[in-house]
């Protein structure tokens, strides 16, 4: 008798969190989760659609248009039997120039279109184009008239990126203060909106504008869902359920390549991808709010509703004792000494040392992983299906990183991660033309390694750092790391200068990274720190 007595007063006794719950009563993945994880699926398939840029705005071969040979707007043909008599060939590429032409012995001379004689033009001389001619119309280069107007094209890619910077105070505002589902609902709508709004720009400028404000507004729709997600989830399911949800993001890009692939018109294309998005705001009714935040918020009316419907969903019963710890948390009494984190950061060399480096990481592995599938487009002809490919080979990346962080460590799997990295990138330099399909297995080799880096990213940056400064430098590292996507959409233009320049840059950052990561210790099977003394002793 006194055994179980002292059982019960044990167990009354143990800090019950809901990390405990849900290990010992409700379930740690039950079909409560797993309906929420496949519910939260598709607007984290949704938020793969800010990249629709790299169709929206894909570069199109162009030439510049000659008016002495009849050609009157950008719609003549692009490839006319005469072509090389008026625009230079580049014999390398055995393609036509793109910004020039030969300068007319004969200025204002009028030919026909089907008759363009070669001395019409001056061949020892040049001059830039005064209008252009496009081998297609499905993208805004051609609406908006932007030949060799490359940074202004490649400006829509880098607006968008720093939309998703701008978006996290904001979502993070709102998620904090009105709830995980008022959060995902606010993007949810401003996706869609200005989502919409983009296929009826009437110029650039207004396609730019629309641009910055959807992601501004609305790309805070992959932090939502994925909190939402992971926060219902038990301890042991963490790692599985973040590679989940990161490819639940990685099939949404393989489902943007393939509606583009089927659906060429820009506009046509904007419309197809972001009305379906509204359909989403029906979650105001299907999802319960996030039991941790209403825990933390003191909503426990709310919260018991939910725990109920949780235990209800996976056949489990919360017991009368966690119930009422849960919902009738101990007083906490602050420490009425702040404690600086700037102060602490440059007190320790060792936390000093970390946030100079785990920033870097985030920013390379960023940098990288947009930048392979923005100039995944120029390895072939296939724009659609070199695109599809190179964000396919992701999701195997994402669960690599869950079956080699417990088995290999933290430190191996971001090392060999960003080497294999670089090692590809700069493989692929060298390797001739004519050897496609070795350059694309290398190709993709590069995107599969820097993949399973950013699925292991969230898990050892948060380890090595203490709990009291947990969440504010992880935030800090991802918030710098948002500088990757930003500069990334702007590496195809490098190309002008140096076929190999971008994946150079690649190749650089990535051995820089790896080489940092071993400055850092091995957190395996190490306790989560709680305080700076225990994370410096790691």
């Given at each position: 008798?006194?055994?179980?007595?002292s059982?019960?007063?044990?167990?009354?006794?143990?800090?019950?969190?809901?990390?405990?719950?849900?290990?010992?009563e409700?379930?740690?993945?039950?079909?409560?989760?797993?309906?929420?994880?496949?519910?939260?699926?598709?607007?984290?398939?949704?938020?793969?659609?800010?990249?629709?840029?790299?169709?929206?705005?894909?570069?199109?071969?162009?030439?510049?248009?000659?008016?002495?040979?009849?050609?009157?707007?950008?719609?003549?043909?692009?490839?006319?039997?005469?072509?090389?008599?008026a625009?230079?060939?580049?014999?390398?590429?055995?393609?036509?120039?793109?910004?020039?032409?030969?300068?007319?012995?004969?200025?204002?001379?009028?030919?026909?279109?089907?008759?363009?004689?070669?001395?019409?033009?001056?061949?020892?001389?040049t001059?830039?184009?005064?209008?252009?001619?496009?081998?297609?119309?499905?993208?805004?280069?051609?609406?908006?008239?932007?030949?060799?107007?490359?940074?202004?094209?490649?400006?829509?890619?880098?607006?968008?990126?720093?939309?998703?910077?701008?978006?996290?105070?904001?979502?993070?505002?709102?998620?904090?203060?009105?709830?995980?589902?008022?959060?995902?609902l606010?993007?949810?709508?401003?996706?869609?909106?200005?989502?919409?709004?983009?296929?009826?720009?009437?110029?650039?400028?207004?396609?730019?504008?629309?641009?910055l404000?959807?992601?501004?507004?609305?790309?805070?729709?992959?932090?939502?869902?994925f909190?939402?997600?992971?926060?219902?989830?038990?301890?042991?399911?963490?790692?599985?359920?973040?590679?989940?949800?990161a490819?639940?993001?990685?099939?949404?890009?393989?489902?943007?390549?393939?509606?583009?692939?089927?659906?060429?018109?820009?506009?046509?294309?904007?419309?197809?991808?972001y009305?379906?998005?509204?359909?989403?705001?029906?979650?105001?009714?299907?999802?319960?709010?996030?039991?941790?935040?209403?825990?933390?918020?003191?909503?426990?009316?709310?919260?018991?509703?939910?725990?109920?419907?949780?235990?209800?969903?996976?056949?489990?019963?919360?017991?009368?004792?966690?119930?009422?710890?849960?919902?009738?948390?101990?007083?906490?009494?602050?420490?009425?000494?702040?404690?600086?984190?700037?102060?602490?950061?440059?007190?320790?060399?060792?936390?000093?040392?970390?946030?100079?480096?785990?920033?870097?990481?985030?920013?390379?592995?960023?940098?990288?992983?947009?930048?392979?599938?923005?100039?995944?487009?120029?390895?072939?002809?296939t724009?659609?299906l070199?695109?599809?490919?190179?964000?396919?080979?992701e999701?195997?990346?994402?669960?690599?990183?869950?079956?080699?962080?417990?088995?290999?460590?933290?430190?191996?799997?971001?090392?060999?991660?960003?080497?294999i990295?670089?090692?590809?990138?700069?493989?692929?330099?060298?390797?001739?033309?004519?050897?496609?399909?070795?350059?694309?297995?290398?190709?993709?080799?590069?995107?599969?390694?820097?993949?399973?880096?950013?699925?292991?990213?969230?898990?050892?940056?948060?380890?090595?750092?203490?709990?009291?400064?947990?969440?504010?430098?992880?935030?800090?590292?991802?918030?710098?790391?948002?500088?990757?996507?930003?500069?990334?959409?702007?590496?195809?233009?490098?190309?002008?200068?140096?076929?190999?320049?971008?994946?150079?840059?690649f190749?650089?950052?990535?051995?820089?990274s790896?080489?940092?990561?071993?400055?850092?210790?091995?957190?395996?099977?190490?306790?989560?720190?709680?305080?700076?003394?225990?994370?410096?002793?790691?």
């Open positions: 008798m006194a055994i179980n007595t059982e019960s007063s044990d167990t009354i006794e143990k800090n019950i969190d809901l990390d405990y719950v849900l290990v010992n409700l379930g740690q993945f039950g079909r409560f989760q797993l309906k929420y994880i496949c519910l939260i699926a598709l607007p984290l398939m949704t938020a793969a659609f800010f990249s629709d840029y790299v169709f929206t705005a894909a570069a199109l071969p162009q030439r510049c248009r000659i008016p002495e040979c009849g050609e009157r707007n950008k719609s003549a043909v692009f490839h006319p039997e005469w072509i090389a008599n625009i230079p060939v580049i014999e390398e590429e055995s393609e036509l120039a793109s910004c020039e032409r030969y300068v007319s012995v004969y200025p204002g001379y009028n030919s026909s279109v089907l008759d363009c004689p070669i001395d019409l033009f001056d061949h020892s001389r001059k830039k184009c005064d209008g252009f001619v496009y081998g297609g119309d499905n993208s805004v280069v051609y609406d908006f008239d932007l030949g060799c107007e490359e940074w202004l094209r490649s400006l829509s890619g880098t607006l968008s990126s720093l939309g998703t910077l701008l978006v996290l105070p904001l979502v993070g505002f709102i998620s904090d203060h009105f709830g995980r589902r008022m959060a995902l606010f993007s949810v709508f401003n996706t869609a909106l200005f989502g919409i709004s983009k296929a009826f720009s009437v110029n650039y400028t207004m396609f730019l504008i629309l641009q404000l959807e992601t501004t507004l609305g790309a805070g729709l992959a932090s939502s869902a909190i939402f997600g992971a926060e219902l989830v038990g301890p042991k399911y963490r790692v599985v359920t973040s590679a989940t949800l490819s639940a993001f990685a099939l949404g890009e393989v489902l943007l390549g393939a509606i583009a692939w089927l659906v060429r018109p820009w506009r046509t294309l904007i419309l197809t991808l009305i379906p998005v509204f359909l989403l705001l029906s979650y105001h009714w299907i999802l319960f709010e996030s039991v941790r935040w209403l825990l933390a918020k003191q909503k426990y009316d709310e919260a018991r509703n939910v725990l109920e419907n949780v235990a209800k969903t996976n056949n489990a019963v919360i017991s009368a004792t966690s119930m009422d710890a849960l919902l009738n948390p101990p007083t906490i009494i602050k420490n009425s000494e702040q404690r600086s984190l700037i102060a602490f950061i440059f007190r320790s060399r060792v936390l000093f040392r970390r946030v100079c480096t785990t920033p870097i990481w985030w920013m390379t592995t960023t940098f990288i992983y947009y930048g392979l599938s923005i100039n995944s487009t120029s390895l072939s002809s724009i659609y070199n695109y599809i490919l190179a964000v396919a080979v999701i195997p990346g994402f669960y690599s990183a869950v079956l080699t962080l417990d088995r290999f460590g933290r430190r191996k799997t971001l090392c060999c991660g960003f080497f990295s670089a090692a590809c990138n700069l493989a692929f330099i060298f390797i001739p033309l004519d050897l496609s399909i070795l350059r694309l297995v290398i190709y993709l080799g590069g995107k599969f390694s820097i993949s399973l880096v950013l699925a292991s990213l969230y898990l050892y940056t948060s380890e090595l750092y203490p709990t009291e400064f947990r969440h504010s430098l992880l935030g800090f590292s991802s918030m710098v790391g948002r500088i990757g996507p930003v500069c990334a959409p702007l590496t195809p233009l490098l190309t002008a200068y140096w076929h190999g320049l971008p994946h150079t840059i190749a650089i950052f990535g051995a820089l790896g080489l940092l990561v071993l400055t850092q210790p091995e957190t395996l099977s190490k306790k989560l720190p709680d305080t700076l003394e225990e994370a410096e002793a790691i």
